[in-house]
């Protein structure tokens, strides 16, 4: 694999060693080859294969129940599974920092975090999908995770995100009707990870405030190329204090420097089957390789003054703050540039909680922040135990004192006859505003007790359709055949039948095309006028980088021997130096030997995989150099054709030079695109996605197409 510049990795490593991480190694062991096995309680073991019997040394007599050390092993193992989470089971993690750009946040908050450039905050981020099993595959259709914890000198902070900025429901309490309605139905554990079966869109048909949400999880958002390439939302309104006690409202963005990419949904099927742990491997890659993910952080800020001058509820987690309305403030970046050391210790036992805030930072009345303020802690409890705080991952790095005590797997000793307050020696006292405590900004609240949502909450179809107006012409196909695909899948007629009715509320077209698609009821007219908005900061083009950048992008090299080895080794250096990453793909991983060397001599390049043991959904793009006897070999082999064939389908940049552009012409079988010139022009031709020349002038035109092929 080819990867990046040792100064870029230079620069990188002087910053991985944060302060959480330095605060994990005294949990961290590493053992070596001379390292010797021992029971748990510290005993060496000479024989770890053989449980203790009864015998005459020729035949196996009775295993013995005395045996220490089997049953120590069998009983770890027996207990190695803990309650994997109740929705966003499947993730993985990484470490990394934040940092603001400067002050520009402290008019807004006190909170350091937020407002201090000096400072680096350590980070974890875990991602993650929501419905599917912990064993379930990364690129199903879903929202993902993006829970932040920001390991402050005041405290944990956790941020626990999604990339959309909307949610399904209003209130809290209706939270596990549908997590319920989402998961596998309950008599058959069936679908597995999908939202693709009568009772989401049963649910979802009934529940008209999550006709927003659909429209974002139906959109490409729902199935991310990587979790390095999405957006991140609180979703939540919070809120935000200054140093003079003033509170604002303020919702959480993170945007990512690689911009918000999608796979196409025939991708993201297959790449389930073929590679169900594509989203955690890439993250690694990428950190490993050098290429460390990075996102700018930023906020909207809403003054109390302004609370209830917008035709939607600010506190309605179904509606976004549109930035035609709150302009988003980027404040500060944050990088993920460690990969965790073991996943259980590390991604498994990490524990959000949406309660955990530091000074500066505050909740608003946000029916479903209020709601899982409760649930977090309380699902911990479940999944870790009541000192899961305790755990090194979940730990603070600054000190922590309190009076709280005992319980299940307490690792805390303190010393003292004290664990109350007041007490006679002053121990553990309140801290005050001068040192640092966290206080509530102040509100006055009146009311009547009663179970309601605010008159605003009641309209669910203007942003659902803002968000549809704003996509363009692509992403509204594709968001057509993701709710044709998903209502096919239901087989009650109420369910599709029902779900067709809601779109017509949206948009007119869009209900039509799928009822047409799915037999449900074909509109005559629409349900209600579309108001015509449209909001570019809502469609995933937008957040294109300025530079278009091909940095961290797979390209598989497909060859054959006779391959142009001169051409291989420049068009590698290339793409290296643009950060991407090159793999060579051959009839075998093993030596494929160019024009001119001898097979089977000390010459050839190791090709990384075979045909068959990738397909190209693994990559973002195609290269196939020249070379006569290659490209007979090529056109002879079926997968190697199929190859082409599958990328050209995804809509993904093909670069092909001389008679490699041959094989790609007959792969693709298209006379009509004239996709090579003449074999001894210097023209390139660029055509769908193709760049093809006759001669070896090619690759800034390929790194062109590159840059700007991928996409949604
Ligand atoms: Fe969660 N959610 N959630 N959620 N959520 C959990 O907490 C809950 C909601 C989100 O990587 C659970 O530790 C309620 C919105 C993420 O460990 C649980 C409500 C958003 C993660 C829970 C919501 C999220 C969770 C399960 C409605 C986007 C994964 C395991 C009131 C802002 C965290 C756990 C991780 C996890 C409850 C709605 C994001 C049960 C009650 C809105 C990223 O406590």
Not at 441 to 470: C, P, T, V, W
Request: aromatic share 10%.
């Amino acid at each position: 694999m080819s990867s990046i510049t040792s100064a870029v990795k230079g620069a990188i490593s002087s910053v991985v060693n944060t302060a959480k991480v330095n605060d994990l190694k005294s949990n961290t062991v590493e053992h070596t080859s001379s390292s010797e096995l021992t029971t748990d309680h510290g005993v060496k073991v000479g024989d770890t294969d053989n449980w203790l019997k009864v015998s005459d040394g020729s035949s196996t007599g009775p295993s013995l129940l005395e045996d220490q050390i089997a049953r120590e092993k069998i009983h770890r193992f027996d207990h190695e599974r803990i309650p994997e989470r109740v929705v966003h089971a499947r993730g993985t993690g990484a470490h990394g920092y934040f940092k603001v750009f400067d002050n520009r946040a402290s008019k807004y908050t006190c909170a350091p975090v937020l407002t201090d450039p000096s400072r680096t905050t350590p980070i974890f981020v875990r991602f993650s999908t929501v419905q599917g099993s912990k064993g379930s595959a990364d690129t199903v259709r879903d929202v993902r995770g993006f829970a932040m914890k920001f390991y402050t000198d005041e405290g944990i902070w956790d941020l626990v995100a999604n990339d959309i900025p909307v949610f399904f429901i209003q209130d809290a309490i209706k939270f596990p009707d549908f997590v319920h309605a989402v998961k596998p139905e309950p008599h058959n554990e069936v679908p597995q990870g999908q939202t693709a079966h009568n009772n989401f869109w049963d649910f979802v048909g009934l529940q008209p405030e999550s006709a927003h949400m659909v429209m974002w999880a139906m959109s490409d958002r729902g199935v991310p190329r990587s979790y390095r390439m999405m957006q991140g939302f609180g979703v939540n309104t919070f809120t935000l204090i200054n140093s003079e006690g003033q509170r604002v409202f303020v919702k959480f963005h993170m945007i990512p420097e690689l911009g918000v990419h999608s796979l196409v949904w025939d991708e993201a099927l297959k790449i389930a089957g073929q590679d169900p742990d594509f989203h955690r491997k890439d993250l690694n890659e990428a950190i490993e390789a050098g290429c460390p993910p990075k996102w700018t952080f930023a906020i909207q800020v809403i003054e109390e003054k302004d609370e209830h001058n917008f035709d939607f509820d600010i506190l309605d987690a179904t509606k976004i703050w549109p930035e035609s309305l709150v302009p988003v403030m980027p404040i500060g970046e944050f990088v993920l540039n460690r990969t965790v050391d073991e996943f259980f210790p590390e991604v498994e036992q990490v524990a959000f909680c949406t309660s955990h805030v530091v000074p500066g930072i505050g909740f608003s009345d946000d029916p479903l922040l209020q709601g899982r303020n409760f649930s977090y802690f309380d699902t911990q409890i479940t999944r870790l135990g009541i000192n899961w705080e305790q755990i090194p991952i979940n730990r603070p790095i600054c000190p922590v004192m309190n009076h709280n005590r005992d319980g299940s797997r307490q690792h805390r000793i303190t010393k003292g006859s004290i664990n109350y307050w007041p007490n006679r020696d002053n121990i553990g006292h309140p801290a005050t505003p001068e040192t640092g405590a966290y206080l509530e900004a102040k509100q006055k609240i009146i009311g009547m007790k009663q179970r309601i949502r605010g008159s605003k909450f009641q309209e669910h179809f203007n942003q659902a359709q803002l968000f549809y107006n704003s996509l363009t012409p692509v992403e509204k196909l594709h968001l057509i055949k993701a709710i044709s695909f998903e209502l096919d899948h239901c087989d009650d007629q109420r369910v599709y039948e029902g779900y067709t009715k809601i779109l017509n509320h949206i948009d007119f077209d869009l209900a039509k095309t799928v009822a047409q698609n799915v037999n449900g009821v074909i509109p005559d007219s629409p349900a209600r006028p579309n108001h015509g908005k449209s909001d570019p900061t809502l469609s995933q083009f937008y957040y294109a980088p300025k530079t278009p950048t091909i940095a961290t992008r797979r390209i598989a090299i497909l060859i054959a021997d006779g391959f142009n080895e001169t051409e291989v080794t420049a068009i590698r250096a290339i793409f290296a130096s643009a950060l991407a990453t090159t793999w060579v793909i051959g009839p075998r991983r093993g030596k494929i030997y160019a024009a001119g060397q001898t097979l089977g001599s000390g010459q050839g390049l190791v090709a990384d995989h075979h045909f068959e043991g990738q397909r190209s959904t693994m990559f973002d793009a195609l290269y196939v150099p020249s070379g006569m006897e290659h490209a007979k070999a090529l056109v002879e082999n079926g997968r190697a054709i199929h190859w082409i064939r599958e990328a050209f389908g995804h809509c993904k940049a093909i670069g092909a030079i001389g008679e490699g552009a041959a094989v790609v012409q007959h792969a693709l079988g298209l006379p009509e695109v004239q996709l090579f010139s003449s074999p001894d022009s210097d023209n390139v031709v660029a055509s769908y996605g193709v760049v093809t020349t006759g001669k070896y002038d090619f690759t800034s035109a390929a790194t062109d197409a590159l840059k700007i092929a991928p996409g949604p």
